[in-house]
C-alpha cells in the first residue's frame, strides 16, 4: 500500500490513531462519518499493509527517574557497522538510532538518569569513535502525527484532527520520549 494508493479517508483514519491509539471503532467511524464496521475493515487493511505497525503505550521518562535527554553523534571510523549495531542493540539508554550523512555517522538518542549514568553510557558509545553530545534542555515538539508530512493531500483532508504537539518551555530537565517519524507507530494506552 503506498500513499497514492489511500484516499482521505484512510489518511484521517491514520491521524486520529496516532492522537490516540485507544479510540475504539465507533468513535473512529464518527470522526469519519463511517459505520464501525467499515472503519474495523481500512483499520485491518492498515495493519495488514504495513502501514501501522503496531500500538504502543507513550511513557514519559522523567516519570520512570530518566531525567537527562542527549543526542549523541557518532563519527564511525570503519565500514563495518557490526561493532556499531552490536553495542546500539546491547545499551538499552539508546532509544533511536540513525545512520546519517554528514561528518558523523550516526545520531543516537539517550536517554539516563543522572549526569554521571550519561557520561558512562557516552564512554561506552565513544569506546567505537568520536563523539559529540549535545543536552537536550527542552523539545518545544515531541511528536507529530506524520500524515500531516502529506502536505500537498492536506487541504483535502477534511476537519483537521489535532495533533500530539506537546510543548515544554526552558525547563531544567529534557523533555519527554516520543515515537519516530521513520516507523509509523499508532500509540495506545490500552486495548481497544
Known sequence: ?????MDD???RLLSALQEDGRLGYAELGRRVSMSPSSVAERVRRLEENGVITGYTAVVDPER?????????????????YKPCHD????????VEAHHVTGED???LKVYARSMRHLEETVGRIASLGPVTTNIVFSSPLERRVVTEALSERQDRLGPKVTPARKKRGPAPTPARAAGTVSDLVVEARGDR
Open 1 to 5: 500500500m503506498t500513499v497514492e494508493s
Open 105 to 107: 555517522c550516526f545520531v
Open 9 to 11: 479517508t484512510d489518511l
Open 87 to 94: 553495542l546500539i542493540e546491547a545499551t538499552p539508554e539508546i
Open 64 to 80: 520512570i527517574g530518566l531525567s537527562v535527554l542527549a543526542l549523541v553523534r557518532l563519527r564511525y571510523p570503519t565500514n563495518n
